[in-house]
């Protein structure tokens, strides 16, 4: 299985065949192939005949899981990037050309960029919450809930935990304030 394949269903590949690839014998073997190989997946993902068939209605985006309506999504936005000379910071009073073309899309042009974006954003479609008891003392238990989109209680619960268990944590505090300051 290759790095790209793992972020996607069996029946996110199977829609790309379908709707790239109507005429397959055998779409069942064409989704061990995308598994399989990157460089086929990539060519899929970036083709603009996808990103067409998925705007053309509403349906469309809910067959998908989110991880492959971002990364069909990242593709096209590098796609973009490549036929302008500059991109469009919006503010509420103002509209402003940017010469960062070049910088952005040799950001995209990292595999491993954009896999971390995809797995990144997906992360935030769902909020997830869990409720760890912790003793206190004998006979008496505190519980903590923890929230994946909660950095105070990310924070605490990456200090109650073993310091080569935090990395994930950590992570998820990272994902957060990039996502955050980014939407805000």
């Given at each position: 299985?290759?790095?790209?394949?793992?972020?996607?269903?069996?029946?996110d590949?199977?829609?790309?065949?379908?709707?790239?690839?109507p005429?397959?014998?055998?779409?069942?073997?064409?989704?061990?192939?995308?598994?399989?190989?990157?460089?086929?997946?990539?060519?899929?993902?970036?083709n603009?005949?996808?990103?067409?068939?998925?705007?053309?209605?509403?349906?469309?985006?809910?067959?998908?899981?989110?991880?492959?309506?971002?990364?069909?999504?990242?593709?096209?936005?590098?796609?973009?990037?490549?036929?302008?000379?500059?991109?469009?910071?919006?503010?509420?009073?103002?509209?402003?050309?940017?010469?960062?073309?070049?910088?952005?899309?040799?950001?995209l042009?990292?595999?491993?960029?954009?896999?971390?974006?995809?797995?990144?954003?997906?992360?935030?479609?769902?909020?997830?919450?869990?409720?760890?008891?912790?003793?206190?003392?004998?006979?008496?238990?505190?519980?903590?809930?923890?929230?994946?989109?909660?950095?105070?209680?990310?924070l605490?619960y990456?200090?109650?935990?073993?310091?080569?268990?935090?990395?994930?944590?950590?992570?998820?505090?990272?994902?957060?304030?990039?996502?955050?300051?980014?939407?805000?």
């Amino acid at each position: 299985m290759n790095e790209l394949s793992r972020l996607f269903t069996d029946s996110d590949l199977l829609y790309l065949v379908q709707v790239l690839i109507p005429q397959a014998s055998s779409p069942s073997r064409m989704v061990k192939v995308l598994r399989e190989d990157q460089d086929i997946l990539e060519g899929m993902l970036a083709n603009p005949a996808l990103v067409e068939h998925l705007m053309s209605s509403e349906e469309e985006i809910v067959k998908i899981s989110p991880p492959l309506l971002f990364a069909v999504l990242l593709y096209a936005v590098r796609n973009d990037l490549e036929k302008r000379a500059f991109t469009i910071e919006r503010s509420s009073h103002d509209t402003v050309a940017v010469f960062d073309r070049d910088r952005l899309a040799t950001f995209l042009e990292k595999a491993e960029i954009r896999y971390y974006l995809v797995d990144m954003l997906s992360s935030f479609v769902r909020v997830n919450s869990i409720t760890i008891p912790v003793r206190v003392r004998k006979g008496v238990w505190h519980k903590y809930r923890i929230s994946d989109f909660d950095i105070e209680s990310l924070l605490s619960y990456s200090e109650m935990i073993e310091p080569e268990h935090r990395f994930p944590a950590l992570k998820r505090i990272a994902d957060l304030c990039l996502f955050l300051i980014g939407v805000f």
